[in-house]
């Protein structure tokens, strides 16, 4: 579904990202480790084309290299920002119309819409409430409800655990898994939680100073005694 070539990419004159190569087949869930400051943020932006990038982004036979952001968004790629990027100021309702701006059917946008309240009552029940005075929980769900409206065939998280209870945590992988599991969407996952991401990941790369150093299944890196020292629990 995805192959990305040499990306490479940085702020200003330094590059952060250093040609780095992976891979995303479709219908799995691959999981992006990595430190702090590691350019895991900066890879998804830049396949989302929030920045510019060279290498090659093939993305279903397509080449994005000439796509601008929103013409990503159409093709099925979605992006959900570290820090959810929910507008604050927007009610529930106005982010989850803003998640299907790709999409011209105003019936299917409003099937959609009931669809996602259905899945997570608790926005339902927010739907006129401000963006901004949700909870952190509630906020990470309306980012996933967000991006769900542009009907993705790949979804991308960034760090949707950050600074959630374990709890709540849980309750946005299981919803994550079920989007895989039943509903075959592909998913990418940058977390620092890579206990529970490797438990749900088909596939998984370290990343470290903007290069790929690790590849794998799942299974493999939890038992690479490298990654466990650095990224897991054990
Ligand atoms: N807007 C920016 N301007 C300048 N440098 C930046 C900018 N954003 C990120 N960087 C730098 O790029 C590097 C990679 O940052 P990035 O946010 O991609 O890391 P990350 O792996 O997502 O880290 P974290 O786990 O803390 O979110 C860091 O050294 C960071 O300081
Ligand atoms: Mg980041």
Same mark, same amino acid.
């Given at each position: 579904?995805?192959? @990305? &070539?040499? %990306?490479?990419?940085?702020?200003?004159?330094?590059?952060?990202?250093?040609?780095?190569?992976?891979? =995303?087949?479709?219908? !799995?869930?691959?999981?992006?480790?990595?430190?702090?400051?590691?350019?895991?943020?900066?890879?998804?932006?830049?396949?989302?084309?929030?920045?510019?990038?060279?290498? !090659?982004?093939?993305?279903?036979?397509?080449?994005?290299?000439?796509?601008?952001?929103?013409?990503? =968004?159409?093709?099925?790629?979605?992006?959900?920002?570290?820090?959810?990027?929910?507008?604050?100021?927007?009610t529930v309702e106005d982010?989850?119309?803003?998640?299907?701006? !790709?999409?011209?059917?105003?019936? &299917?946008?409003?099937?959609?819409?009931?669809?996602?309240?259905?899945?997570?009552?608790?926005?339902?029940?927010?739907?006129r409430?401000?963006?901004?005075?949700?909870?952190?929980?509630?906020?990470?769900?309306?980012?996933?409800?967000?991006?769900? /409206?542009?009907?993705?065939?790949?979804? /991308?998280?960034?760090?949707?655990?950050?600074?959630?209870?374990?709890?709540? !945590?849980?309750?946005?992988?299981?919803?994550?898994?079920?989007?895989?599991?039943?509903?075959?969407?592909? #998913? #990418? @996952?940058?977390?620092?939680?890579?206990? %529970?991401?490797?438990?749900?990941?088909?596939?998984?790369? @370290?990343?470290?100073?903007?290069?790929?150093?690790?590849?794998?299944?799942?299974?493999?890196?939890?038992?690479?005694?490298?990654?466990?020292?650095?990224?897991?629990?054990?």
């Amino acid at each position: 579904m995805l192959k @990305v &070539q040499g %990306l490479s990419a940085g702020y200003g004159a330094a590059d952060v990202l250093h040609g780095v190569d992976f891979s =995303v087949e479709q219908g !799995t869930v691959v999981a992006l480790l990595g430190s702090n400051g590691a350019g895991k943020t900066t890879i998804l932006r830049a396949l989302s084309g929030l920045m510019p990038a060279r290498g !090659t982004i093939d993305f279903r036979g397509q080449d994005l290299g000439k796509s601008n952001a929103g013409q990503r =968004v159409a093709l099925g790629l979605a992006h959900i920002p570290q820090g959810r990027g929910t507008f604050g100021e927007f009610t529930v309702e106005d982010n989850l119309a803003a998640g299907a701006y !790709t999409i011209g059917d105003r019936r &299917q946008i409003a099937q959609d819409m009931e669809r996602w309240y259905t899945a997570f009552p608790r926005l339902a029940e927010r739907r006129r409430q401000q963006a901004g005075s949700l909870s952190g929980g509630e906020q990470q769900m309306l980012a996933l409800a967000r991006a769900l /409206m542009s009907r993705p065939k790949l979804l /991308m998280c960034d760090e949707p655990s950050l600074g959630l209870a374990p709890a709540i !945590t849980q309750e946005i992988f299981e919803i994550f898994k079920t989007l895989n599991r039943e509903l075959g969407m592909t #998913l #990418l @996952v940058v977390e620092q939680n890579a206990d %529970l991401t490797l438990q749900f990941a088909h596939r998984a790369y @370290v990343l470290e100073s903007g290069a790929i150093t690790v590849s794998g299944t799942a299974q493999d890196l939890r038992g690479n005694e490298a990654v466990q020292q650095s990224y897991l629990g054990v």
